[in-house]
């Protein structure tokens, strides 16, 4: 059996260098990634962490930087009804197809049936989406995001 | 074990009629579809076929056709033997109005078993969809080379 995994591709046209800017810098993931910043130094094995007006939201530790082709962090959820499930991973591949990029979102390692499972198959389409049409356009999505737990199981 | 489907979400800025239109009308579906025109009266039963650079693809028949909401046809590649000889499979588009948006969710399930279509569409799916919303949000298509794609059942009509 399979373990579940999550796979996305998405085709942007823009150049690897302002794609690989747009998931590793918190400025602009806070545009199309509804309020969610991320702040690292994207060194291997250092922590990364999302947060949302202040309040942090996913957390991990960076795995694979090889800039500006592929990054992967670990994700841990900070919503408390995810605690019980294991750390799962997110790879980023960026490939040059022609003119455009082709972005492929591996997001593996989940358990079964389980809510960040459940949670990242319907949150990285409209990520993912925001994100190719502020690259391409200038302007994100204005998408109604699902609303993000108060409590916080981060330290 | 689970029967193999493949599932592509998407958000566009953009109207159901709009997306409709797009999805229903060749003028449109050569633009973002790789020079590809669907052919279809989109009635209930009637043949729905593509034809990419004057060689029909892929054909079928429409399934349902309630616009500006559910579009769904059978689908059967042609141009390759294995995939001729395959029953055809299903797509479906669901158009969902999200607030200023449209949510597509594009299905394309019942393969036959050991399909050799499976691999195909779920290269070129993504490459379509994504090529859709950049022209109805930008009003340019993506240019992405279909031999970057690899598709083996295509390899003829793009060297043609």
């Known amino acids: 059996m399979n373990k579940p995994e999550f796979v996305y591709t998405t085709y942007i046209e823009t150049s690897v260098e302002k794609l690989w800017q747009a998931l590793t810098d918190g400025d602009f993931t806070e545009r199309y990634w509804f309020g969610h910043r991320c702040a690292s130094d994207w060194k291997v094995g250092s922590e990364y962490r999302f947060s949302k007006q202040g309040h942090p939201t996913i957390q991990g530790k960076v795995l694979v930087v090889d800039p500006p082709k592929r990054l992967a962090y670990s994700w841990d959820s900070c919503s408390p009804e995810a605690q019980r499930e294991r750390t799962s991973r997110v790879t980023f591949d960026l490939e040059p197809r022609g003119k455009v990029i082709k972005l492929t979102v591996t997001h593996d390692e989940l358990d079964e049936r389980g809510v960040t499972l459940r949670n990242i198959s319907g949150g990285w389409p409209m990520v993912l989406a925001s994100l190719k049409s502020l690259l391409e356009t200038g302007r994100v999505l204005d998408i109604d995001p699902p609303p993000v737990a108060k409590e916080t199981a981060c330290a | ?160």
Do not use: Q
């Open chain 2, 1 to 160: 074990m689970p029967r193999p489907e493949f599932i592509y979400v998407t958000y566009i800025e953009t109207t159901p009629e709009k997306l409709w239109e797009a999805l229903t009308s060749s003028d449109f579906t050569k633009r973002y579809w790789w020079d590809t025109r669907v052919v279809s009266d989109w009635k209930v039963g009637s043949p729905f076929s593509l034809v990419l650079n004057g060689r029909t693809t892929d054909v079928g028949e429409v399934l349902e056709a309630e616009r500006p909401r559910r579009l769904s046809y059978t689908f059967r590649h042609i141009l390759n033997e294995a995939a001729r000889n395959e029953r055809p499979s299903r797509v479906t588009f669901v158009l969902e109005p999200h607030g200023k948006l449209v949510k597509l969710t594009l299905t394309h399930e019942d393969f036959a078993e050991d399909s050799v279509v499976i691999d195909g569409i779920s290269k070129g799916w993504p490459a379509i969809m994504s090529s859709l919303k950049s022209l109805l949000e930008s009003g340019e298509a993506l240019v992405i080379p279909l031999d970057a794609l690899f598709i083996d059942e295509l390899e003829e009509a793009y060297r043609s």
